[in-house]
């Protein structure tokens, strides 16, 4: 496991005044990350995932949770909830087998729906990927998710139709 990038952390602020950090994820998250998943609504987590899942799995949580952040990289907004760190939101990316693309995912709890933290959290994201030397970073957005297809457009993602399934479009930005 690589060392933690603990200089990557940064306390924000939201525009409703609260206090958020935007850090790595650590491997000690892993409840914190099954109890993320299990809080979201089944349309947030299809939205995410693509398609209905009930429950995410004890070795999609340690996945998520134990990454080498290089290849593997993610980050998780944490708010202060009755005096105990709470997840959120993260935003990830996994190397792509070429090397020099990575693919992303970003997922917000659904109290915590246009805050401004998705927008932290790929910020965080993209310039890691640079850091990282990826050339391009790429995801696949349902085409009804409207509203990421907007947030993606805003971050400057150009999207491209997938011919082989009508049903979703990929978002690609030049690093």
Not at 24 to 34: A, H, L, N, Q, Y
Not at 111 to 125: F, V
Request: aromatic share 10%; glycine share 8%; hydrophobic share 45%.
């Amino acid at each position: 496991m690589a060392e933690y990038p603990a200089h990557l952390a940064r306390e924000r602020r939201l525009a409703d005044g609260r206090a958020v950090l935007i850090r790595p994820i650590r491997s000690d998250d892993e409840p914190g990350e099954r109890e993320f998943f299990d809080q979201l609504s089944g349309e947030t987590r299809y939205l995410r995932f693509q398609k209905w899942v009930k429950a995410v799995g004890d070795k999609l949580v340690h996945f998520f949770t134990h990454i080498d952040y290089d290849r593997h990289m993610a980050f998780v907004c944490a708010a202060l909830r009755d005096g105990r760190e709470e997840l959120v939101g993260e935003a990830r990316y996994v190397a792509n087998p070429d090397g020099r693309s990575c693919e992303f995912g970003v997922v917000i709890a659904d109290d915590w729906h246009r805050t401004g933290i998705a927008g932290l959290l790929m910020e965080a994201l993209i310039r890691a990927a640079r850091a990282h030397g990826f050339e391009t970073m790429e995801g696949m957005v349902l085409r009804t998710n409207d509203e990421m297809l907007r947030f993606t457009r805003a971050l400057g993602f150009e999207t491209i139709a997938v011919p082989e399934d009508a049903t979703i479009v990929r978002v690609v930005k030049k690093l």
